[in-house]
């Protein structure tokens, strides 16, 4: 049963520490999508009509937020990845001089 306890802790750790980063983090995509649609119906017209106009400020705006949407999908996987290995090779060591090994 001990054998398992490391990956147990690196598995707790790395979920309290990436789920509420990915939350906040796709919380903020959110925001400013909410806010670019916003802008774009107070100016008028669709996404396709702004481009063609020329306004490529909103342009770049849009792939930003299209950027940091896949950003905030993969870093809290990363940062999960490499909590659950950490902690858990630091565990095992631990386990393994608790014992005695």
């Known amino acids: 049963m001990m054998e398992h306890w490391p990956q147990l802790i690196g ?3 790395g979920l309290l520490i990436a789920i509420p980063i990915g939350i906040h983090m796709f919380r903020e995509c959110f925001r400013n ?9 107070e100016t008028g017209g669709s ?4 481009l063609y106009d020329g306004e490529f400020k909103k342009a ?6 299209e950027f940091k949407a896949g950003f905030a999908l993969v870093f809290p996987i990363i940062i999960f990845l490499i909590t ?3 902690t858990s090779s630091i565990a095992e060591t631990a386990f393994k001089v608790y014992q005695g090994a």
């Open 84 to 86: 659950y290995f950490l």
């Open 60 to 65: 770049v705006n849009h792939q930003f937020i």
């Open 33 to 41: 999508y909410n806010q670019f649609q916003k802008e774009m119906k």
């Open 11 to 13: 598995l707790i750790l």
């Open 47 to 50: 996404e396709e009509r702004k």
